[in-house]
């Protein structure tokens, strides 16, 4: 069984973090409004495309500080396992 590991956030992080997600919710919630109501399909794709756009900057942001934190963390303990676990996120952001 693979250990769960936990990040902890402060809470200024957290908040900033939930804001981020409410407003992509948000955001989803309007194309799906627009959907209902039989937008034209370019309009659509434009919002999807921001909506792509928004994750990918919270995922870039998530994944900086992950750097930042957990993996310099780690490897300051001798830890080298997370070299193949970082390996895996970028092939998985890259593919």
Known sequence: MQECKH??????????????LNRIEGQIRGV??????????N?????????EKSIKSLS????????YT????DLEKGNLEVID???SLFKRFNG
Not at 7 to 20: L, P, V
């Open 60 to 67: 870039n942001n998530v994944l900086e500080n992950h750097l």
């Open 32 to 41: 799906k409004k627009m959907v209902e109501e039989d937008r034209y399909c």
């Open 85 to 87: 676990e970082l390996t």
């Open 7 to 20: 990040t902890y956030r402060g809470e200024e992080e957290k908040k900033q973090i939930c804001n981020r």
């Open 43 to 51: 309009d659509i794709l434009i919002q999807l495309s921001a909506i």
């Open 70 to 73: 957990c993996i310099s963390r």
